[in-house]
């Protein structure tokens, strides 16, 4: 009894120290004031595990190690200091008083961390642990009874009235736990029944949590025997009328997205299964840890380059990949899986600009190898099957709630990374049009029929899409008679087995012109060869100084830098947006230039940047975002007055120094073409450039 007075003592010294009492006195404030009176009040507080050690160790060890009978504890405090104070005359017994501990954070020690890809998961006691897992599903939010009211049905009883027998929800129990029809009076033992007008009611969503590791499956690593599961998450709030935003458990997940949770595992007996789940306790998302400083190697290259703001890029993409592809082929298309996997990124990905490629080639083997070896640096990378769900499907909820459980496709999986969707002729037609309409809103739309789900009526959700999309597609240069009846013409280019709809979703198209007659395959070819004779030998020295390490650094780097767009980097995109607008309109004021390539622009830029290591979109970043944007509306609509060469970025071979300053000396003289051209077809957007 002394170890009971003594830890309730604790108790109360925390609350007071914490300002719980005062929540406490606030909240039967409004309680009282309320008109209606109700069976259960519930109480949440806040328990930061640290200041309860130094408060008291042995009531810190009971709520780390045994937290129902410290939710218990704190129950009958909060009771005594309900009627001590005389804070409200509704609460009449203990068992009216429903209490919810909610830790902080844990202890970063191993005993308290549940790793997601172990097994067994647990020790098997119901105790609070941490752990980090992905959304890969979620349920709809339903209703479920928090707490109910039983009532003796022998008149002569005492507990025939008053609040005698209250049911509470507990960790791992199920609806019929709760509300079921089988209790008995702890007096009379007759049989009891509930008091329905006093049954309190909640939210409860579901959501499927599984390791991070598992999207290795869905990627470039290589195949392995090990096989994932998910575990079952339970999102539950108590009266959101009277919950802060904080307490909301449920909502607060977004498919897609990794957290870190706190939460008590359970074992739902549901005969004659019984269910490995977990209460969630508190919800945080996760956040990367990003490096300060990229390698050695690189800072060398950035050093000797910053005399001019395009070759440290350049060079980083020429020697890119030179496992797949010599160097110096490919080289635009490089450049842009680069800045694509520089402008990705979980950290703020709803205001980050998305960069979709799509890389049209008459080898599409090629590309593919090329865009499949880029996915391996990406944060998190998802290489889409064309007969798997790309994204979202929806089932049944198996685990009794009946409502609609909302799977995660392939695009929703890559959320801040890159889904590789590989040949777009693979596709059937509704996948290609779900995919257009999924780009060009980014958002997954999920249909909820409701007669099947137990709704009212038929719902219609919007998940926010936040990747960036690869994909490749076979293309020829067009016929001078007709196309074939199964290929798109386009403005310079035909794209085989798709809609012409979809390279105008993909907001950036390049065009490998590599593989064309002008260029001969022999370096391809003699790069193969080198491969199959010298596996081990390294093919190209120069490039092999920058090692894999070397580039995963520089674009976690790259991806973490904040960038600030300069107002002469502002003024050009603007001006060459509204000149293209105006030069490419028809009769009926109908630009081919749509009004999203403005944030395909900033979204160039930036990307340049971050991959030079700047902090600030110059000038310099902006021409190359022009030049990548003009090269592919060309493509999809025709030429225009600014006449560029489909190279523009990489007109001549990087070989050594004098070929990148003959590179620099064409990029200032196409710099000089745009301003030429903003000038001429939107003079009110070139007001504030200094002519050159």
Known sequence: MSEVLALQEAAVSYLDRSGGLLRLIEECRSFEGSPQNEAIYRFRFLINPSDLIDVSPALADRVLRDPLAATALFKSVCFL????????????????????????????????????????????????????????????????????????????????EGFYHIRVHMPG????????????????????????????????????????????????QPLSSLRYQSVTLFLRVARVERLSCLDELCNSMRIGQRYHVVGIPAHVHQWPSITWSIEASSIQPWIAERPSRVSKNFQVLHTANACSPWRFSAIVANCFASQVV?????????????MSLAQTGEKDADARHCLDVLALTTDTLIADRLMTYGLGFAERGVRHQAVGELLASVSRDERGAGTANIHAGSALLATGGICLLGDLSKYRKDKIDALQSSMESRAVSVFIPGKKYGEDADQQLSLPLHCNFWAVAGSAVPAKKFARFDSAVLGSVEVASIPYQVPESFGLVVQCREALEDYPLLPQVAHALKQAVQPREPLYPASMQFSTQDYKELLAHAQGLQVELRPEAERIIQGYYMASRRLRSDIAQCSSVSATSIKLLIALAEAHSKLSLRTQVLEEDAVIAVLLCENAITLKHGASALVIPPSAVFPCDLRDLDSLHRRDLALKQLHRQILQFVFTYAPAGSSNIIEE
């Open 81 to 160: 200091t309900i009627k001590t104070l005389s804070l409200m005359d509704q609460v009449q017994t203990e068992n009216q008083v429903s209490v919810v501990l909610k830790l902080t954070h844990l202890p970063p020690f191993p005993n308290y961390q549940l790793n997601l890809d172990e097994f067994p998961r647990s020790d098997g006691h119901m105790r609070p642990l941490a752990m980090e897992g992905l959304v890969i599903a979620m349920t709809r939010v339903t209703k479920y009874t928090q707490g109910a009211r039983f009532l003796c049905t022998d008149e002569n009883c005492p507990c025939a």
């Open 173 to 220: 129990a199920t609806e019929s736990a709760t509300v079921g029809g089988d209790f008995s009076c702890l007096l009379c033992f007759s049989p009891l029944k509930e008091d329905v007008k006093s049954r309190v009611l909640g939210d409860k969503q579901l959501a499927e949590l599984i390791d991070f590791k598992a999207l290795d499956v869905l990627g470039v």
């Open 326 to 338: 010599p160097p110096g082929l490919y080289n635009t298309l490089k450049l842009v899986l680069l």
